[in-house]
């Protein structure tokens, strides 16, 4: 049978990941025998900390493991609206701004769902995570890309913002930290973005499972700034900081007239989250033990971060954005007369080394490689000398053709 005959038109222009496909060859190339770098996922290659799991063991024999209500565990609801309130300034009731997801990309696909219509557009500020130009396909909607410039770090340019509205244009979808730049928007920026939604009556689809991994300066909120409030959709998750992306747990956070809209996405598609796991987190997620463990992490990508730029700029071909967040760093391969797509294809087929064509993100990227810091010291050295061992034979090969 022809799969295509039968496939929901939504589905066209929907594109399976390039970090999936890329992870799943150097997994390939592994299990072969070959040593490889594995830097193309987001992956913390951290332990869960010790008191979130001792909680989760617990909680199980207590026999934790029953349907929560909808919007998930209410102490998890009250323990997240404190951490906000604390990381952000900004205040949400648990009992009817917080829902709890399997994960951030649940929150991603719900928060996108309750809101996009067919034919609506979703301004993204790109580059910017697979999940959302995709996300707004499946809903029927067109994502609009606006381009930030990789050479000034990717500020917002508010022209070009102001530009790309329509009056089908319905939210903009902003991700802060970038995946995959690693780079803070400055409040400066915000406002660009906050200047514009207020002025087209916008709500803005804000990303943060990254918020609490910064190395340079602070990262604001959106929701933080006058007005924003009211029409900001923010996500969050435990993932990035607390290293648990395998435990599926992420939450939206958003005005209280949203919680309806959003519950009743929720409901239908994955009904209530895991019962021990939130109660476990409720218990340790502010505790000062878990959160040390999450500072030691912090600390622990943050000296990845200073290692990956030192060894890149020991390899005259590459330059790179300087990462301020999260655990990326873009690199541009321009300098080696390949683009991104040709350079990651061979460095992963010739150098074992896997990293992500940051074409794949949208913007002005073609030229640029996603590389994840995420991976352990030994890994980031062993691989890094590879890739340069590799580009300098193939510039002492292409000086004796």
């Given at each position: 049978?022809?799969p295509?005959?039968?496939a929901a038109k939504r ?7 390039a970090i ?5 060859r150097?997994r390939a190339l ?8 594995l830097?193309s996922m987001?992956?913390?290659?951290f ?5 979130i ?7 199980i024999?207590?026999n934790?493991?029953h349907?929560?209500?909808?919007r998930?565990?209410a ?10 309130l604390?990381?952000?300034g900004?205040?949400y009731?648990?009992e ?7 994960g951030?990309?649940?929150a991603?696909?719900n928060?996108?769902a309750?809101?996009?219509d ?7 500020l790109?580059?910017?995570f697979?999940?959302y130009?995709?996300?707004i396909?499946?809903?029927?909607a ?5 381009a930030?410039?990789?050479e000034a770090?990717?500020p917002?340019c508010?022209e070009?913002l102001e ?5 089908r244009t ?7 930290p970038s995946n995959p730049?690693g780079?803070?928007?400055?409040v400066r920026s915000?406002?660009a973005?906050?200047r514009v939604?207020?002025?087209?009556d916008l709500l803005?689809?804000?990303d943060?499972?990254y918020?609490?991994?910064v ?8 929701a933080?700034l ?6 900001t959709?923010?996500v ?7 290293a648990?992306?395998?435990w599926r747990?992420?939450y939206l956070?958003y005005?209280a007239w949203?919680?309806?809209?959003l519950l009743?996405?929720?409901?239908y598609?994955t ?9 476990a987190l ?7 033990d878990t959160?040390?463990a999450?500072e030691r992490?912090?600390a622990?990508?943050d000296?990845?971060r200073?290692?990956?730029m030192?060894l890149l700029?020991e390899i005259?071909a590459?330059?790179?954005?300087r990462?301020?967040g999260?655990?990326?760093i873009?690199?541009d391969?321009?300098g080696?007369?390949?683009d991104?797509g040709?350079?990651?294809r061979?460095?992963?087929?010739e150098a074992?080394?896997?990293l992500?064509?940051a074409a794949?993100f949208g913007?002005?990227c073609?030229g ?10 030994e890994e ?5 000398a590879?890739?340069r061992d ?7 090969d292409?000086?004796?053709?």
């Amino acid at each position: 049978m022809n799969p295509e005959a039968y496939a929901a038109k939504r589905l066209k222009g929907v594109e399976m990941s390039a970090i999936r496909l890329i992870s799943d060859r150097a997994r390939a190339l592994r299990a072969q025998g070959h040593e490889v770098a594995l830097f193309s996922m987001g992956e913390p290659d951290f332990d869960t900390p010790a008191p979130i799991k001792e909680a989760a063991k617990r909680k199980i024999d207590e026999n934790r493991t029953h349907y929560t209500s909808n919007r998930g565990a209410a102490p998890l609801r009250a323990a997240i609206a404190e951490r906000i309130l604390e990381d952000t300034g900004v205040r949400y009731d648990p009992e009817n701004e917080i829902l709890l997801t399997c994960g951030g990309a649940e929150a991603i696909n719900n928060g996108l769902a309750a809101f996009l219509d067919a034919g609506d557009e979703a301004i993204v500020l790109a580059p910017a995570f697979v999940s959302y130009r995709n996300g707004i396909r499946l809903c029927g909607a067109v994502p609009v890309e606006v381009a930030l410039r990789p050479e000034a770090g990717f500020p917002v340019c508010e022209e070009d913002l102001e530009a790309a509205v329509t009056e089908r244009t319905k939210m903009i979808v902003l991700n802060n930290p970038s995946n995959p730049a690693g780079t803070v928007l400055s409040v400066r920026s915000l406002e660009a973005v906050r200047r514009v939604a207020m002025r087209h009556d916008l709500l803005v689809f804000s990303d943060e499972i990254y918020s609490r991994l910064v190395y340079e300066g602070t990262c604001a909120s959106i929701a933080s700034l006058p007005g924003m409030r009211e029409r900001t959709l923010m996500v969050n998750g435990f993932s990035k900081t607390y290293a648990m992306t395998g435990w599926r747990v992420g939450y939206l956070a958003y005005p209280a007239w949203m919680d309806g809209l959003l519950l009743r996405v929720h409901q239908y598609s994955t009904t209530t989250g895991v019962t021990f796991l939130q109660e476990a987190l409720a218990e340790s997620m502010n505790r000062p033990d878990t959160l040390a463990a999450a500072e030691r992490m912090r600390a622990a990508f943050d000296a990845r971060r200073r290692l990956a730029m030192a060894l890149l700029d020991e390899i005259p071909a590459l330059r790179y954005v300087r990462p301020q967040g999260a655990f990326y760093i873009l690199i541009d391969v321009r300098g080696t007369g390949m683009d991104g797509g040709q350079f990651a294809r061979r460095a992963l087929e010739e150098a074992h080394v896997a990293l992500v064509p940051a074409a794949s993100f949208g913007g002005d990227c073609a030229g640029f490689v996603r590389m994840s810091y995420a991976a352990g010291e030994e890994e980031i050295r062993a691989g890094l000398a590879r890739l340069r061992d590799w580009l300098d034979a193939k510039r002492r090969d292409s000086h004796v053709g």
